[in-house]
């Protein structure tokens, strides 16, 4: 028996059934991004998704404070666009902690929801709520610029651009009315 060891394999890296006979075995190479995006493209998204999402939250911070100094809370927390933009910012932070084979199988429906919910909330904005000359303005308060503007467009460009696991049934689509109408009915019978 000579002094010299047989080289060991690192635990790490097995060879396979191939390589076997080979002198090194090869290095497992990392997983890819998905869809074969870059790390770094996907990176920037996450960093963006938190921005979006720290944004929003400031500017509903910001103007809950406001509705609680003017005495108007309650109806402050009844709207549609700060409810919608509250789920649309909780969303972002949450797909960006959970990874992409953790969230469970209705993680797309729920931000096709929310991405339908957030461009209602700036479509009706700019067709039934704002006044005509505002749309073309930007000194409407910094709030609004990133509640009824951004948010809608972020949502939406989120929605497009994100690879989604499944794609969405008409079925599954339908089911994503049921909180816009439930709110509706809601804001009807409130109001009577």
Same mark, same amino acid.
């Given at each position: 028996?000579?002094?010299?060891?047989?080289?060991?394999?690192?635990?790490?890296?097995?060879?396979? *059934?191939?390589?076997?006979?080979?002198?090194?075995?090869?290095?497992?190479?990392?997983?890819? $991004?998905?869809?074969? %995006?870059?790390?770094?493209?996907? %990176?920037?998204? %996450?960093?963006?998704?938190?921005?979006?999402?720290?944004?929003?939250?400031?500017?509903?911070? =910001?103007?809950?404070?406001?509705a609680?100094?003017?005495?108007?809370?309650?109806?402050?927390?009844?709207?549609? =666009?700060?409810?919608?933009?509250?789920?649309?910012? $909780?969303?972002?932070? $949450?797909?960006t902690?959970?990874?992409? %084979?953790?969230?469970?199988?209705?993680?797309?429906? &729920?931000?096709?929801?929310?991405?339908?919910?957030?461009?209602? =909330?700036?479509?009706?904005?700019?067709?039934?709520?704002?006044?005509?000359?505002?749309?073309?303005?930007?000194?409407?308060?910094?709030?609004?610029?990133? &509640?009824?503007?951004?948010?809608?467009?972020?949502?939406?460009?989120d929605?497009? &651009?994100?690879?989604?696991?499944? =794609? *969405?049934?008409?079925?599954?689509?339908? $089911?994503?009315?049921?909180?816009?109408?439930?709110y509706?009915?809601?804001?009807?019978?409130?109001?009577?």
């Amino acid at each position: 028996m000579s002094g010299a060891q047989e080289p060991r394999s690192s635990p790490a890296v097995r060879p396979t *059934p191939q390589q076997s006979g080979s002198a090194a075995p090869a290095a497992t190479p990392p997983p890819a $991004a998905p869809s074969g %995006r870059s790390a770094t493209a996907v %990176r920037a998204a %996450r960093g963006a998704r938190v921005a979006v999402a720290i944004l929003v939250l400031a500017a509903l911070l =910001t103007s809950t404070l406001t509705a609680i100094r003017d005495g108007s809370l309650a109806q402050h927390l009844s709207f549609f =666009t700060n409810q919608s933009n509250l789920a649309f910012a $909780a969303l972002l932070l $949450a797909g960006t902690a959970l990874s992409r %084979r953790r969230r469970p199988p209705w993680w797309d429906d &729920l931000r096709g929801a929310v991405a339908f919910y957030l461009v209602m =909330t700036g479509t009706i904005y700019a067709l039934l709520v704002a006044p005509l000359d505002e749309l073309l303005r930007w000194d409407i308060g910094w709030t609004g610029i990133v &509640l009824h503007r951004l948010a809608p467009v972020a949502a939406l460009l989120d929605w497009l &651009l994100t690879p989604r696991r499944r =794609t *969405p049934s008409a079925r599954r689509v339908l $089911a994503w009315l049921a909180y816009p109408v439930v709110y509706l009915v809601a804001t009807w019978v409130r109001g009577a």
